[in-house]
């Protein structure tokens, strides 16, 4: 597609409950990226793909989080066992390269109550 | 020391003045430069995109990068109400983008 594509728009979990983000990149780009962003505009990487393999990692946190990107699927990140603290807007871009644009989706707000 | 470092604002302008927003940071690798604007509950849209030192137009809008004194800018010109937005700038070399903690700005009809 066009545009970078994030579902769902919202999402609510419980604490403890596990919750699943997507997102479809631009067609034709080989670079994702999910970024977390949480109070005062602060962004924080988490995980980059290019193409299906994890290109850098270094912001994920070693336990509960896990993303995928698999051919002909849209990318997911997955988070186990909610805490309050994981409550922010999940961002998605893809780029070409690894260093050139990144466009963003429009994010998943994930709310952990 | 943060590696970006950007002043919040907020920022209040007249409709039609020109604005100045800038970042400063400190890894002296960083080499692609990049302008976000993010509207409430949004994602960023990529404004502007600078590979290295040197000013780039597009519109009304003007990005400079001085790596020399590790210093970017995006100017906008005849600032329109719709540009109320959070600006964001973010930079990298071959590693994730970093983003600065971006600066809210309002233009006031």
Not at chain 2, 10 to 17: D, H, I, Q, T, Y
């Amino acid at each position: 597609g066009e545009e970078v594509a994030q579902t769902p728009k919202h999402l609510v979990r419980g604490e403890g409950q596990k919750a699943k983000l997507y997102c479809a990149p631009i067609k034709g780009h080989s670079y994702v990226f999910w970024y977390q962003q949480v109070l005062k505009n602060e962004f924080k990487f988490l995980i980059s793909f290019q193409n299906e393999n994890v290109f850098d990692e270094t912001g994920m946190p070693k336990e509960r989080f896990s993303a995928k990107c698999l051919p002909n699927s849209p990318c997911s990140l997955e988070i186990q066992a909610t805490k309050l603290e994981d409550s922010a807007v999940y961002f998605c871009a893809s780029s070409q390269t690894g260093h050139t644009e990144a466009f963003f989706g429009q994010g998943t707000r994930l709310t952990v109550v | 020391q943060k590696e970006v470092e950007q002043d919040p604002g907020p920022l209040s302008v007249p409709e039609g003045a020109i604005v100045s927003l800038n970042c400063t940071y400190s890894n002296s690798a960083f080499q692609y430069f990049m302008w976000y604007r993010q509207y409430s509950r949004k994602g960023p849209e990529l404004l502007m995109y600078t590979y290295s030192s040197g000013n780039k137009e597009d519109g009304r809008f003007t990005a400079q990068v001085d790596k020399s004194s590790k210093y970017i800018s995006l100017f906008i010109r005849d600032s329109q109400p719709s540009d109320s937005a959070t600006y964001l700038c973010a930079m990298n070399s071959n590693t994730p983008l970093v983003f600065g903690k971006g600066t809210r700005l309002s233009v006031i009809a």
